[in-house]
């Protein structure tokens, strides 16, 4: 099993910053790739950026140049920067692990507010 908790969501204005964290713990060494969903309201949970294992970065064009996902292996957590932030970033943002064995499953973290006002 592998647990997930994200921090660092909260309230901003439009152009601003926000730094998304989020901590692996337990059967880590079972991570494949760890990424971001969101979801807004009335809206289908849709990938926002992923990094696999090798450090392979993809993300969501609607994102392209504005956020940027790392990850510590060492300290098994994923970071997602986000800048130059607009109103139609608001949503709940989820981390996401991917493990690929025994069995392909993905693990998910509770989920944190960003809100950002215009």
């Known amino acids: 099993q592998v647990q997930l908790v994200e921090s660092g969501g909260g309230l901003v204005q439009a152009g601003g910053s926000l730094r998304l964290s989020c901590a692996a713990s337990?059967?880590?060494?079972?991570?494949?790739?760890l990424g971001w969903y969101r979801q807004a309201p009335g809206k289908q949970r849709e990938l926002v950026a992923r990094?696999?294992?090798?450090?392979?970065?993809n993300y969501a064009d609607s994102v392209k140049g504005r956020f940027t996902i790392s990850r510590d292996n060492a300290k098994n957590t994923v970071y997602l920067q986000m800048n130059s932030l607009k109103p139609e970033d608001t949503a709940v943002y989820y981390c996401?692990?991917?493990?690929?064995?025994?069995?392909?499953?993905?693990?998910w973290g509770q989920g944190t507010q960003v809100t950002v006002s215009s």
């Open positions: 996401n692990a991917e493990r690929l064995a025994p069995s392909l499953y993905d693990y």
């Open positions: 337990g059967s880590t060494f079972t991570i494949n790739a």
């Open positions: 990094i696999s294992s090798g450090g392979s970065t």
